[in-house]
């Protein structure tokens, strides 16, 4: 059984920075891709970085390109994201998941699974 628990969520200004962490057990994490994706109230829920096995590889979507970065600590198990210059359109439950897989990321992962999610508010 794979778990994945997110931390690092809360209320931020408009221009302000924020780091989630994303922590993973029960599985050989080397072996998976790793994504954040998240779900702004009242819409779906939307893919918005991944990162390969080996971190070699990293894929955003359009709306936070060079504002977001996803990194990895193989020793430590965990998945960053790190978010600089948040909106209020960055509003969102965010999620961490896992991708068996050892490919390069070019796509968004399709998850095998899913953290439980943290929120993110934005406050303008």
């Known amino acids: 059984q794979v778990q994945l628990v997110e931390s690092g969520g809360g209320l931020v200004q408009t221009g302000s920075s924020l780091r989630l962490s994303c922590t993973a057990s029960?599985?050989?994490?080397?072996?998976?891709?790793m994504g954040w994706f998240r779900q702004p109230p009242g819409k779906e829920r939307e893919f918005v970085a991944a990162?390969?096995?080996?971190?070699?590889?990293?894929y955003y979507a359009d709306s936070v390109k060079g504002r977001f970065t996803i990194s990895r600590d193989t020793a430590k198990r965990t998945v960053y994201l790190q978010m600089n210059n948040v909106g209020p359109e960055d509003t969102a439950a965010y999620y961490c998941?896992?991708?068996?897989?050892?490919?390069?990321?070019?796509?968004?992962?399709?998850?095998?699974?899913w953290g439980q999610g943290t929120q993110v508010t934005v406050a303008s």
């Open positions: 998941a896992a991708e068996r897989s050892l490919r390069g990321v070019v796509e968004p992962i399709r998850p095998d699974y």
């Open positions: 029960g599985h050989t994490f080397s072996s998976y891709a």
């Open positions: 990162i390969s096995w080996s971190g070699g590889s990293t």
